[in-house]
């Protein structure tokens, strides 16, 4: 199994639609990331989980909605996107704040 | 805020050296990671250093200056497969905060 999976790979959604993007690490690791990449952007990490629980939320919209159920597995889940939330999604864990392993990404398109 | 700058893009030669500069302001430091993405794929890590001086890790070496708020990534005897973006990212506290990355176009 590889470290950080997330699936889908790919995704295509209407601004009326409601899915969720889906994150397991298999390293033990005790802190999960979501960071949106854009074209020509920084990295913007959206939200961080330590333990489960949530300690950071960059001031990102409600339309998104992260959850963490346990130390393996992190969602996002997406209501109602604007086309300029077309991004790829990364999610990364780390032990504790140490070096962050990614997924490949899941690449939304809003129409 | 975090601000982290790196250049936007650089060209080398083939067996060439690039030397990609990053500097940064941050409220916090536990360290700074450098980062290789290609295109269409997930970020893999290639160095970290949190004390000064230079991390040496075959043909990649790592810069730090703590005071300055600088570090630079080496690359030598540059490959085609090298062509990537380059983040640059910081340590602070519990999250890491990334610069925009720099894009390495190696020719022939």
């Known amino acids: 199994e590889t470290g950080v999976t997330q699936t889908p790979r790919h995704l295509v959604m209407g601004m009326t639609n409601k899915k969720s993007l889906k994150c397991e690490q298999h390293l033990g690791h005790n802190a999960m990331y979501w960071y949106k990449q854009s074209a020509k952007k920084p990295l913007e990490l959206m939200f961080v989980?330590?333990?489960?629980?949530?300690?950071e939320n960059n001031s990102v919209p409600s339309r998104f909605s992260p959850e963490c159920p346990n130390s393996s597995h992190l969602f996002l889940h997406l209501h109602t996107l604007q086309p300029e939330d077309s991004a790829l999604y990364l999610c990364?864990?780390?032990?504790?704040?140490?070096?962050?392993?990614f997924g490949q990404g899941t690449r939304l398109t809003v129409v | 805020g975090q601000n982290i700058d790196q250049p936007t893009e650089m060209t080398a030669t083939e067996g060439a050296i690039v030397q990609i500069n990053c500097t940064y302001q941050t409220s916090g430091f536990n360290g700074l990671f450098w980062y290789q993405q290609h295109a269409g794929e997930a970020p893999t890590f290639l160095s970290y250093?949190?004390?000064?001086g230079l991390e040496e890790k075959g043909r990649f070496s790592s810069f730090l200056s703590r005071s300055k708020g600088y570090s630079y990534l080496l690359l030598k005897e540059l490959q085609m497969k090298d062509s990537a973006s380059y983040l640059c990212?910081?340590?602070?506290?519990?999250?890491?905060?990334f610069g925009a990355g720099t894009t390495v176009t190696v020719r022939a």
């Open positions: 990364a864990s780390s032990q504790d704040a140490g070096e962050a392993f």
């Open positions: 990212a910081v340590d602070d506290d519990y999250k890491l905060s």
């Open positions: 250093n949190v004390l000064d």
């Open positions: 989980y330590s333990l489960e629980e949530r300690v």
